[in-house]
């Protein structure tokens, strides 16, 4: 992840818990953003990929995750995200990105989806 702040991390107000239920059984697969625990990412429940998206504020504990269906082309595109920031990532802790690919590494971080507003099916907590 670049090492500004995400001034804009995709999570979700409290008020969205309001007539979704608590899932239990939900396994974390991958998270990219990060703040003393995963903000967004996929995840697995009852045998399907679906997105997650923290609630604010971030220091409840335990920390709450809305779960929203997306399609199998939404979970490639974003898994295919995910390996290219970790790619990134490697090479940044070994030393070896010049600024064409800190630049190329930033565009990508910025390009991360947004499935916030996709169907949500509950919330679960970590």
Known sequence: ???EPDEDPLVHEERVLAGLVELSGVEVLWFDDF???AIDG???WEGREFWFAAVYPH???PRRY???EISAADVEAASALHGLLGEYADAAR???LDSMQERAWSQAWASRPDYRRAPAVGWFSD
Request: glycine residues 12%; proline residues 6%; positive net charge.
């Open 35 to 37: 703040y003393d625990g």
């Open 42 to 44: 996929l995840a697995r």
């Open 66 to 68: 809305v779960l929203h």
């Open 1 to 3: 992840m670049p090492e």
């Open 94 to 96: 070994q030393g070896r």
């Open 59 to 61: 220091d409840r504990r």
